[in-house]
T-cell receptor, first 117, second 110 residues
Framework: GAVVSQHPSRVICKSGTSVKIECRSL??????MFWYRQFPKQSLMLMAT?????????EQGVEKDKFLINHASLTLSTLTVTSAHPEDSSFYIC?????????????FGPGTRLTVT | SQQGEEDPQALSIQEGENATMNCSYK?????LQWYRQNSGRGLVHLIL?????REKHSGRLRVTLDTSKKSSSLLITASRAADTASYFC??????????FGAGTTVTVRA
């Protein structure tokens, strides 16, 4: 149980375009979903926290107009990178916690590799 | 923000040997967690230790926590080639957010 999927697993887009990444909890309802980015050989940096039906809370330094997060249901959150630039190329990972696991245990998706050319 | 510092950054050991990595953090925590990440993949939760616990075991994993020193260690015993991965500690305060350390890359040689 507690499986989180992401789609797509890899995406290449041209500079200036937008790309949407989906994060789904497959077998549970996610009370909260988290979005991270990870640069090569570096750690995960939390970008934002989202709860179903409410606006996402962004971490300091993360542009909310550039990284749009929509948490439309208890099983789906989307991250849209708008007007992507090469410096946005990164590994984006989502996670979710469940009502039963409690607020501290997060289940991670497999990640999405974004390359902006 | 990134709170944890891990050492060593990289570790290479022979299969069957033990691997130990350390994590230090700066602020008060509710719990500390260890995760494994295989290359280019998502994270797998290994173990969670609460701030009032000092040691925890799970299979071949042993985690210690010293809140007075703000440090934790992860020991993997009898390592296997499949243990080759990056290992991250993550601290959680009362706001439920995870703050990850820089990670330790472990290579287990056959």
């Amino acid at each position: 149980g507690a499986v989180v999927s992401q789609h797509p697993s890899r995406v290449i887009c041209k500079s200036g375009t937008s790309v949407k990444i989906e994060c789904r909890s497959l077998d549970f309802q996610a009370t909260t979903m988290f979005w991270y980015r990870q640069f090569p050989k570096q750690s995960l940096m939390l970008m934002a926290t989202s709860n179903e039906g409410s606006k996402a809370t962004y971490e300091q330094g993360v542009e909310k107009d550039k990284f749009l997060i929509n948490h439309a249901s208890l099983t789906l959150s989307t991250l849209t990178v708008t007007s992507a630039h090469p410096e946005d190329s990164s590994f984006y990972i989502c996670s979710a916690n469940t009502e039963t696991s409690g607020p501290y245990e997060q289940y991670f998706g497999p990640g999405t590799r974004l390359t902006v050319t | 923000s990134q709170q944890g510092e891990e050492d060593p950054q990289a570790l290479s050991i022979q299969e069957g040997e033990n691997a130990t990595m350390n994590c230090s953090y700066k602020t008060s925590i509710n719990n500390l967690q260890w995760y494994r990440q295989n290359s280019g993949r998502g994270l797998v939760h290994l173990i969670l230790i609460r701030s009032n616990e000092r040691e925890k075991h799970s299979g071949r994993l042993r985690v210690t926590l010293d809140t007075s020193k703000k440090s934790s260690s992860l020991l993997i015993t009898a390592s296997r080639a499949a243990d080759t991965a990056s290992y991250f500690c993550a601290t959680a305060a009362n706001d439920y957010k995870l703050s990850f350390g820089a990670g330790t890359t472990v290579t287990v040689r056959a």
